[in-house]
């Protein structure tokens, strides 16, 4: 579990070390609205996933 996380993170951490590099300062702007509304498109979805369960039961 360990060596998991640590993975993780330090995947995110080259991820952010490359956008940093990579990206312009307005780049990275643009880049964070579009993950903020793919995290809000995610979280939605799987809200509408639940509630479906809910209802009407789907398996």
Same mark, same amino acid.
């Given at each position: 579990?360990?060596g998991? !996380?640590?993975?993780?993170?330090?995947?995110?951490?080259? !991820?952010?070390?490359l956008?940093?590099?990579l990206?312009?300062?307005?780049?990275?702007?643009?880049?964070?609205?579009? $993950?903020?509304?793919?995290?809000?498109?995610?979280? $939605?979805?799987?809200? !509408?996933?639940?509630?479906?369960?809910?209802?009407?039961?789907?398996?």
């Amino acid at each position: 579990m360990f060596g998991r !996380l640590f993975k993780f993170f330090l995947l995110a951490t080259v !991820l952010v070390l490359l956008v940093r590099l990579l990206f312009s300062r307005q780049q990275r702007h643009g880049l964070r609205e579009w $993950i903020t509304t793919l995290a809000q498109a995610l979280l $939605i979805s799987s809200a !509408l996933f639940v509630a479906a369960y809910w209802l009407w039961g789907v398996h």
